[in-house]
């Protein structure tokens, strides 16, 4: 699993970002928190419960999920990719969401 650099987060999370992140690299359960990934089709975002990552399909390199938010609560996920929709309108001027995270 690969994560943006800039990676946008529900504020409870900052300050335990790294924690949140090992647990997710290394399987360890983590009921609250949901992962927002890049879509692979041509939907712009995708929302994840974090126990889905511990699926073999998302193990494999090639299906790993482009991982660009965390979040603790789906209604707080929904909040923050409208956050990141709204970063993205405003600095390219469109919903071209795979471009702005190609780095």
Known sequence: MR??????????????????IWKLRTGRP??????????????????YHSGMLKQAYYKRKKNAP??????VGYWNAIALVADI???VYRITGGYDVKSFFKN
């Not at 482009?66 to 979040?71: H, S």
Request: avoid cysteine; glycine fraction near 4%.
């Open 30 to 47: 983590q009921p609250m928190i949901f992962v927002i990934a890049l879509a692979k089709n041509n939907d712009l975002l995708e929302i």
């Open 85 to 87: 929709l709204e970063d």
């Open 66 to 71: 482009y991982i660009v938010g965390l979040a």
């Open 3 to 20: 994560f943006y650099r800039g990676l946008y987060m529900s504020p409870s999370i900052e300050k335990k970002r790294n924690r949140v």
